[in-house]
């Protein structure tokens, strides 16, 4: 089992920065692919950056393309998201992701439904 816990979320104004930061236990992340995601209200939870297990390969929904930048810190057991240039669309609950990966290092999971452990979220909230 891992346990996630995501923190870093709060009230920001637009055009603001904010890290995110997903701490994991039970577990060490260096053999899963981590990824964030997003959901505002009334909307389908979706896809924001994903990191491949070593680090090396990293893939973004378009619409955070040059705004966002996903890392990880395996020795720390943490991924962070560092979200620059925030806009008030950016509202939402942010979620962190685990998928067990056993043989492709550099396999980025895009897709919600491969992911097996997930964090209780952080809000983030943009002021215009």
């Known amino acids: 089992q891992v346990q996630l816990v995501e923190s870093g979320g709060g009230l920001v104004q637009a055009g603001n920065s904010l890290r995110l930061s997903c701490t994991a236990s039970?577990?060490?992340?260096?053999?899963?692919?981590m990824g964030w995601f997003r959901q505002a209200p009334g909307k389908e939870r979706e896809f924001v950056a994903a990191?491949?297990?070593?680090?090396?390969?990293?893939n973004y929904a378009d619409f955070v393309k040059g705004r966002f930048t996903i890392s990880r810190d395996n020795a720390k057991n943490t991924v962070y998201l560092q979200m620059n240039s925030l806009k008030p669309e950016d509202t939402a609950v942010y979620y962190c992701a685990a998928d067990r990966i056993y043989y492709n290092h550099y396999k980025v999971t895009v897709n919600e439904y491969e992911y097996d452990y997930w964090g209780q979220g952080t809000q983030v909230t943009v002021s215009s």
């Open positions: 039970g577990r060490t992340i260096s053999n899963y692919a």
């Open positions: 990191i491949s297990r070593s680090g090396s390969s990293t």
